[in-house]
């Protein structure tokens, strides 16, 4: 997997590879990924907005969609 794809946070993955590539990854790890891992992958596609995240299980943060954009709902740590 990190092969294709860079890990910015655990079990959060961003395509960098061909659109190709990326999609065969995704439908991969649909069919094989138990559904508690926990993985957020985000792939690169050619029309707005350039992106489409893709989940598999329960994940840390929560997603929306406005307006047709998909979204990770981010909660802020207050120290």
Request: charged share 20%; proline share 9%; with cysteine.
């Amino acid at each position: 997997m990190k092969l294709w794809f860079v890990e910015p946070r655990a079990n959060v993955f961003v395509s960098g590879v061909k659109d190709s590539v990326a999609k065969t990854v995704v439908d991969y790890l649909y069919k094989h990924c138990p559904p508690e891992s926990g993985i957020v992958m985000f792939r690169s596609i050619p029309k707005p907005p350039g992106y489409k995240i893709y989940t598999v299980g329960p994940v840390r943060n929560s997603m929306t969609e406005i307006s047709g954009l998909q979204l990770v709902i981010e909660t802020l740590k207050q120290s």
